[in-house]
């Protein structure tokens, strides 16, 4: 287990600004919780249904077979066969078709043949569903095909998922923003984080094509953070905490990797998600991540031109100590910083 | 702060010479740790963004089905992972003799007996033999069990892996064995574990029945639509809706399940252009648990063609629901003759819930044979003769069939008949049916498993000549644990212990919901010794008053108060009975001496011309020897005399 490390969590007065992002987060995801749970609970509980979902995999299929050109060969041809007779398809379209856009609203205005009562029935359950995702939170702040008001490409950074999601992206984001803003100052870390957050969004919408499913969550403008800190950083050490799943002295502590290496690793990690990823399926907005990272890189690489200077030659020294000892770790643990030298 | 990472890489033939390889032996926690710094930097994000494109194939065959799609894309994964592992350790290994991992904990391969890095050769096959041992064992294990702490990708690489900052000694006596107990141990388990697999697979060939029902269970039973339609008379019905009303009929027969039935109706919705009627139909059947949507199924029927099958089905489920009988009559007969197979399925049910047994055969007869519903047929026209006292036509055609069966139809009806003969007294276990049933459980204990068969059985042993051994070993064999119970409680009344044995009962009473709660309240109604006792029952009895074996254990009353001299609880019971199934030709045998016993002989006569007057009096039915006084007092009635 490998984790960047740099200063921890630097403090409030030393990285406001980042502070200041944090607890708008924070309250946000707060304030929206409650409903989040309630409206999630009712939209899976209508997603549970089997009459809904293969109702409306048979009434997708005839759509795409009406709008072909709209639809991946993929989707084509689990259509086709769904249009054959192959009922074992019906679920993963029906599930499908609640993240087409096109569908949700062209569908409900189209004349299906076969069976009316799914039908009529599909059309009164997805006029109810539209009124479901007018309360989430999700989708009242999030970013989705159906609602891309400028505003929007802002408030879905500020927007959670749940706990876990929301865990997962501010502790990266204290550890890196705090540690930047001490370097930077915090309105470059603000401009940074917004301009990263609706960048990546941009490059979310045209890389991963627009759904009805919502992006929400810091992750892209994170991302962006993260970049311009490894760009900081290309060739200087970056201090991770490690555990080598082993309770004895000298299988935990700190490790040092240049910030490219750090850059590396997660580039490749967003990559194999992106490519690995059915368009349809994606759960992980991977291509909102490797936005972020790119115009946290191109960013970076704007301002050493403009500055007249080469990635990571001159850092300005943070106003924090660098990589300052932390107590017991410190104390037990030989730094690792000279190992090639042995 | 010094930059580390313009530090030049140290070539192991620049690294000191004077530490021997046995002077310098690596730690098996280093290798370990190297070991995880290899997994977690280089070999995962290599692997996967290398197969990243592949997994992506592989998801979208998975999705659509393409099995020889999947499989090529799974195994190019697995290789090209295996591949992208196998360069990077060779060349590291070869260029600068350690891996990352080993570059950060101090480690270098060496060739064990040139002391110096191994060359290309070498490392790849190390790299190689490394594969397989992670995929077959865990790696480093064998590290502990050479002298050395040689791995086996080492001794067959001939290197070994040395520490320029950590070295250790050789493995102590405790490690080896600790290795050796370990290697031990996996491959005891992986013996055990191939002889269990082995084991299973031929259990599992052994066992035929499991086959057929493991099929079952994974839906493949749908496939009987399909062979039905490939025996079908007409050939028409492969295809569309003529295919659904065929699964229409097989359903109303009990033949296939609502699963069967929707994945035919399914099949069907998605390729239709227009409107079906009777798909309509059938969607009201497969939603029948939500009655909102399957009322909208059947309000459409309807509009579109008002004479049409479907649509007088439609007003039949209707009037069904609302138990209105003689609106549903009427509907049947409005489209008798002309019926659709599925239909008059559904009529001969209707008419057997309405003990009109004789009009049942009838229909039966006006309807076109198909071999796919002959067992439901066969059943039914067994039931009917049986219910109409024609005891000898019922016994002939039910062994008749029994040979056109399958397995789990002949088990059935030979356990329904035999059920129906006890019931009428012991001295029938030695009928074909008994004797039939008697050789399906001797051969097949796993029959027990189904709790209505395991019911029969237990209803036969009681009657054989040494039921209490009989019940005794069949308990072992009873995988249910109330039927069990059930079982020990008659065991304990034949061991003379009625107490203990009222006392199982009145437990299963109150635990059950099931045919067991009802068995046991009728035992105690059999072993009830006194009017004070039955009445207690009775007031319980009265109080229930629905479901199906509220006129069983009604009859059970009744016969007790009959045989305890109780004529005129016995008449007041029966009269509650007259109009349920289990009002035969006997019971109104005993309700005519009942009433005429408890001093009702004009009752007596009503109910004397109505016995004459029902279906079982046909030329061929023919009254029990026993049933003298029941002749001698029939006949005072008639003339209207006193017997005294």
């Known amino acids: 287990m490998i984790f960047p490390f740099l200063n921890g969590i630097v403090s409030w007065t030393k990285a406001p600004v980042t502070w200041m992002i944090f607890i708008l987060n924070a309250l946000v995801l707060a304030f929206s919780y409650n409903p989040l749970l309630v409206t999630q609970y009712e939209l899976e509980e209508k997603l549970k249904d089997d009459f809904f979902i293969e109702s409306q995999g048979r009434l997708y299929a005839q759509f795409i077979e009406a709008n072909p050109q709209f639809y991946s060969p993929l989707v084509r041809d689990m259509s086709r066969r769904v249009l054959d007779g192959d009922t074992k398809k019906l679920q993963l379209l029906g599930n499908l078709a609640t993240r087409n856009k096109k569908f949700i609203e062209e569908g409900p205005e189209m004349e299906f043949r076969g069976d009316q009562v799914a039908a009529d029935r599909w059309k009164r359950s997805v006029a109810s569903l539209q009124m479901m995702k007018s309360k989430h939170p999700s989708y009242m702040l999030g970013l989705n095909a159906q609602d891309i008001d400028v505003w929007k490409w802002f408030s879905y950074i500020f927007v959670h998922s749940g706990l876990v999601h929301f865990v997962g992206n501010m502790l990266f984001f204290l550890i890196f923003a705090g540690f930047l803003e001490t370097i930077v100052g915090g309105l470059a870390v603000l401009v940074l984080f917004l301009s990263s957050g609706a960048l990546s969004a941009g490059f979310f919408l045209y890389f991963s094509g627009a759904t009805a499913a919502p992006l929400v969550g810091a992750s892209g403008a994170v991302s962006g953070i993260m970049a311009y800190f490894c760009f900081l950083y290309w060739n200087k050490p970056v201090r991770f905490v490690y555990w080598l799943f082993l309770p004895l002295r000298g299988y935990f502590g700190f490790i040092f990797l240049p910030g490219w290496v750090v850059f590396a690793l997660w580039l490749v990690s967003d990559l194999a998600g992106y490519l690995s990823t059915v368009s349809e399926l994606g759960g992980v907005a991977y291509t909102a991540h490797l936005g972020g990272e790119v115009i946290g890189l191109f960013v970076g690489l704007l301002i050493s031109l403009i500055r007249g200077r080469y990635a990571g030659a001159e850092v300005p020294a943070p106003e924090v100590e660098m990589y300052k000892p932390i107590p017991f770790v410190d104390e037990l643990v030989p730094k690792r910083q000279n190992f090639l030298k042995n | ?644």
């Not at chain 2, 491959?187 to 269990?196: E, H, K, M, N, P």
């Not at chain 2, 399909?226 to 033949?255: C, H, Q």
């Not at chain 2, 072993?527 to 109080?543: C, H, I, V």
């Open chain 2, 1 to 644: 702060m010094d930059d580390p990472f313009f530090q030049p890489v140290e070539k192991p033939q620049e690294r000191p010479q004077a530490l021997t390889p046995e002077q310098s032996l690596a730690s098996p926690q280093d290798r370990l740790a190297a070991g995880i710094i290899d997994v977690c930097m280089v070999m995962a994000p290599l692997v996967l963004l290398i197969i990243a494109p592949f997994r992506k194939v592989m998801m979208e065959s998975l999705l659509i089905h393409n099995e020889s799609r999947f499989v090529v894309s799974s195994v190019v994964m697995v290789l090209l992972g295996l591949f992208a592992v196998w360069i990077y350790q060779s060349f590291m290994h070869a260029r600068y003799g350690a891996t990352l991992g080993k570059l950060l904990f101090g480690l270098r391969v060496v060739d064990v007996h040139s002391k110096k890095s191994p060359g290309w050769t070498a490392s790849a096959w190390r790299s190689a033999f490394w594969l397989v041992e992670t995929i077959l064992i865990f790696p480093h294990l064998s590290v502990f069990s050479h002298s050395l702490r040689r791995c086996w990708h080492d001794r067959f690489a001939d290197t070994m892996v040395v520490s320029h900052r950590k070295p250790v000694g050789r493995p102590e006596f405790w490690e080896k064995a600790f290795a050796n107990g370990v290697f031990a141990a996996l491959l005891a388990f992986f013996l055990v574990t191939s002889i269990g697999i082995f084991k299973g697979i031929l259990d599992d060939l052994e066992d035929q029945s499991k086959v057929l029902s493991l099929l079952e269970e994974n839906g493949e039973l749908c496939s009987a639509v399909g062979n039905a339609v490939r025996t079908w008379p007409d050939e028409k019905v492969s295809y569309g809706s003529e295919r659904l009303s065929v699964a229409m009929a097989m359903f109303a027969a009990g033949i296939i399940s609502k699963t069967c039935l929707a994945q035919e109706a399914d099949h069907l919705s998605a390729q239709l252009r227009d409107e079906e009627p009777l798909l309509y139909l059938a969607q009201s059947f497969i939603h029948s648990g939500n009655a909102k949507l399957s009322n909208e199924y059947l309000d459409r029927v309807c509009n579109f063609d008002k004479n049409s099958d479907s649509c007088v089905m439609s007003e039949i489920i209707n009037a069904w629901s609302k138990e209105d009988w003689e609106e549903v009559d009427e509907l049947f007969s409005k489209i008798k003759g002309k019926t659709t197979l599925h239909i008059g399925v559904w009529a001969i049910r209707h008419l057997m819930r309405q003990k009109r047994y004789f009009e049942a055969l009838t229909y039966m007869e006006s309807l076109s044979p198909q071999k796919t519903l002959a067992p439901f047929f066969n059943n039914q026209r067994v039931k009917a003769l049986w219910n109409l006292n024609r005891f000898s036509e019922a016994r002939a055609l039910a062994m008749g069939s029994l040979e056109l069966m399958d397995l789990y139809d002949s088990v059935d009806m030979a356990s329904w008949l035999c059920s129906e003969e006890l019931e009428q007294g012991c001295s029938n276990t030695a009928s074909l049916s008994c004797r039939t049933f008697d050789n399906y459980m001797k051969n097949g204990k796993d029959l027990l498993v189904d709790s209505q068969l395991a019911l029969v059985r237990v209803q036969q042993l009681e009657c054989e000549s040494e039921p209490q051994e009989n019940l005794e070993r069949l308990v072992r064999d009873l995988p249910q644990k109330r039927i069990r119970h059930y079982v020990e409680g008659l065991v304990r009344y034949l061991d003379q212990d009625p107490d203990e044995a009222r006392e199982e009962m009145r437990a299963l009473m109150d635990s059950s919901e099931d045919d067991i709660k009802w068995l046991a309240q009728r035992k105690l109604v059999e072993w009830s010794e006194s009017e004070k006792q039955l009445d207690s029952y009775y007031s319980s009895w009265r109080s229930q008053e629905s479901g199906e074996f509220w006129p069983k254990l009604g009859r059970s009353l009744f016969n007790q108060y009959y045989s305890l001299g109780y004529f005129g609880k016995a008449l007041e019971i029966g009269r509650d009975l007259l109009a349920t199934p289990v009002a035969n030709a006997d019971f109104y045998r005993k309700m005519v001496l009942s009433a005429y016993h408890g001093g009702k002989r004009k009752e007596a006569a009503v109910l004397l011309q109505a016995y004459r007057s029902m279906e079982w009096n046909s030329p061929e039915t023919r009254i029990p020897a026993s049933e003298e006084e029941f002749q001698v007092i029939a006949r005072l009635l008639e003339k209207g005399g006193d017997p005294k």
